[in-house]
């Protein structure tokens, strides 16, 4: 047996969640054909809920959260891997069900791991979740037939990560980007990540959402739900389409079916939690080359694994800009 380092979640009887460093041994840590010297992992929307009272995304407790999962691996049962590869983890249950990424070793079944060459293990969690969640959303637009030229796509909640990195990637692929954010400090970020225009968040205050308004934009990636999504789509042009992936602002879409059968509008759902492992490491593929995102450093900051509990409180608040990658080697 040897020592993990990890922040373990703890549910008490009144479901208060206390989160804090433990060290147990690796006997702690599920099965799995690969174990991983984790160096860093991320902070997202989903980790904050697992360690929130009636947060609905951790199936059980204990648990040590983290769903994003960067490092080397330091044992193998796989044919598929081998000592000293790079490899990343995300999606299923990840952080979850299963132990995540806020500890110095994990381990895991083979088809939940990607092995990355063209990045760092360092880059690969700046990207995280989110960055891949970006890259889903902006291939459902392509794919869509969706093209530079077709005109403005709006991208919602652009200040968080999967804003931030959707931003990024559709600026370079050449598309005109509109970035709506609610915090008007962050207007030069999103213009340094290649926005051509960022306005307030939607619908303006006091504005009513119409069944059809005025079209705007060819496509829409949309991370907010709620009436923000419901203008998006009232305001998509015709055939244009909105990736949607998360609901921060709300789940509930108080809309019609007018843009939908008036203006063939498409609702595309983004989800990369149950995505099969060879889709997702096409993606990963793609996120080493053309989908790399330009202004990586920029968007990301670094915090380290002990920090990682005060950040989960602030980004439940809405104070998180872009990604904040967690440092957990030599974190402990």
């Not at 869509?144 to 990560?161: F, K, N």
């Not at 203006?263 to 996120?287: C, H, M, N």
Request: charged letters at 20%; proline letters at 5%; glycine letters at 14%.
């Amino acid at each position: 047996m040897s020592a993990v380092n990890a922040l373990v979640a703890h549910q008490d009887a009144e479901g208060e969640i206390t989160l804090g460093h433990e060290i147990v041994d690796d006997t702690y840590l599920p099965e799995g054909d690969v174990t991983v010297s984790v160096e860093y992992s991320g902070i997202n929307y989903k980790d904050a809920l697992a360690v929130t009272p009636k947060g609905g995304v951790a199936r059980s407790y204990p648990l040590i959260p983290g769903i994003d999962v960067a490092g080397t691996v330091a044992a193998s049962s796989s044919p598929e891997f081998a000592v000293g590869d790079r490899v990343l983890a995300h999606g299923y249950d990840v952080g979850t069900g299963r132990h995540g990424g806020y500890a110095d070793t994990a381990r895991y079944p083979a088809d939940y791991l990607v092995k990355i060459d063209g990045l760092t293990t360092a880059e690969a969690a700046a990207i995280g979740t989110a960055g891949f969640t970006a890259a889903m959303s902006v291939n459902a637009i392509r794919a869509h037939g969706v093209r530079p030229q077709d005109g403005p796509v709006l991208v919602t909640g652009a200040t968080g990560g999967v804003g931030s990195v959707s931003v990024d990637l559709l600026a370079g692929l050449g598309y005109e980007v509109v970035a709506s954010t609610g915090k008007a400090q962050a207007h030069d970020y999103l213009m340094g990540l290649g926005a051509g225009e960022v306005i307030g968040r939607l619908p303006d205050a006091g504005e009513k959402v119409r069944p059809l308004g005025k079209s705007k934009w060819a496509a829409v990636l949309d991370s907010v739900g709620g009436d923000t999504l419901a203008y998006a789509l009232s305001t998509l042009d015709y055939g244009g389409v909105a990736a949607i992936s998360g609901l921060a602002r709300s789940a509930e879409l108080p809309t019609t079916v007018m843009p939908f059968i008036l203006r063939g509008v498409t609702l595309a759902g983004i989800d990369s939690v149950q995505l099969a492992i060879e889709p997702r490491r096409e993606v990963w593929k793609q996120l080493e080359g053309e989908l790399k995102p330009k202004h990586l450093a920029d968007i990301t900051t670094d915090v380290s694994v002990l920090e990682a509990p005060h950040t989960l409180r602030t980004i439940i608040g809405g104070g998180v800009t872009g990604r904040t990658r967690v440092v957990v080697r030599d974190g402990f």
